[in-house]
């Protein structure tokens, strides 16, 4: 299993920036994004479910980041609209699936106000 993220970096405060995590190795029933800022705890950012592809967001994202999955399910997306300063973070990828839990790399995201 292999999890790679990509589309990190520098943007301004209200800009745009799209996250990709491209999964192989097998099929997964859920898909998240997790964030983890210097000095804190990593947090949910948004999951998204096999299937019907339902959705879930913590409240600090709600109305600004879009989760999304191709078709395949094998690519995900992070869509992030109006950041903030305190998006600030580096930004993990997770899949799970019955027998396992995986973690990407992690991508920088740094948003200067």
């Known amino acids: 299993v292999q999890l790679v993220e990509s589309g990190g970096g520098l943007v301004q405060a209200g800009g745009s920036l799209r996250l990709s995590c491209a999964a192989s190795g097998s099929t997964f029933t859920i898909m998240g994004w997790y964030r983890q800022a210097p000095g804190k705890q990593r947090e949910l950012v948004a999951t998204?479910?096999?299937?019907?592809?339902?959705?879930n967001y913590a409240e600090s994202v709600k109305g600004r980041f879009t989760i999304s999955r191709d078709n395949a399910g094998n690519t995900m997306y992070l869509q992030m609209n109006s950041v903030k300063p305190e998006d600030t973070a580096v930004y993990y990828c997770n899949a799970r699936k019955l027998l396992g839990n995986y973690w990407g790399q992690g991508t920088q995201v740094t948003v200067s106000s």
């Open positions: 998204i479910s096999g299937g019907r592809g339902s959705t």
